[in-house]
C-alpha cells in the first residue's frame, strides 16, 4: 500500500499556464493549493486545503461546475458595453465576457469529506486524464 501520491501541477485552463492547482497526498493528508483568480485570468492568490484520507469520502471528477456569479458577471462584460460605448469599443469587453463565462463552466475536482464538506479545484479540460489518475490513488489509499 502507497501511503503517498507524488506532487501534481495542474493548469487550470490551457490559456494562462502560470495560474495552476496543486494536489498530493503526503502523510496521510490531502493537500491542495487552489488558485484564486479574478475572471480567471488573473492571479490573486491561493487557498490551501488539508484533510486528513481518513476524512475523505469521495473524490470524483464534475466536467461542468456552473459558478453563477461568474456566469452573470461574463454575461454582463458581453452584453453591457454594447448599450453604452460605440461598437468599436465594445468587442473587447465582448472576448473577457465570452472567456469569463467558458471558465465559469470548466471541469473540477471535488473532494467530499465525510462531515460533508465540499472543496473544489478548477483543473483544464486537456488534464482531466491527469486528475482522474490522481483520484484513482486516492481511491485506493481509501479504501486500503
Known amino acids: 500500500m502507497a ?3 507524488p506532487l501534481t501541477t495542474l493548469p487550470v485552463h490551457g490559456s ?3 495560474i495552476r492547482t496543486r ?5 496521510g493528508l490531502v493537500r491542495w493549493e487552489v488558485p484564486r483568480t479574478i475572471l480567471g485570468m488573473i492571479p490573486a492568490g491561493s487557498r490551501f486545503i488539508e484533510v486528513p484520507v481518513a476524512e475523505v469520502a469521495s473524490v470524483q471528477m464534475r466536467r461542468v461546475v456552473p459558478h453563477p ?5 461574463g454575461v454582463g462584460l458581453a452584453v453591457a458595453p ?3 460605448l460605440p461598437w468599436w469599443l465594445s468587442v473587447p469587453p465582448l472576448i473577457l465576457g465570452l472567456w469569463t463565462i467558458l471558465i465559469a463552466l470548466g471541469p473540477h475536482l471535488e473532494l467530499v469529506t465525510v462531515g460533508g ?15 482522474e489518475l490522481y483520484i484513482a490513488a486516492l481511491e485506493d489509499m481509501i479504501s486500503s
Open 3 to 5: 501511503d503517498s501520491v
Open 16 to 18: 494562462t499556464r502560470y
Open 23 to 27: 494536489i498530493e497526498v503526503d502523510d
Open 69 to 73: 456569479i461568474r456566469i452573470l458577471m
Open 82 to 84: 454594447w448599450f453604452l
Open 117 to 131: 464538506e465540499v472543496h473544489r479545484a478548477p483543473v483544464c479540460f486537456r488534464h482531466s486524464l491527469d486528475a
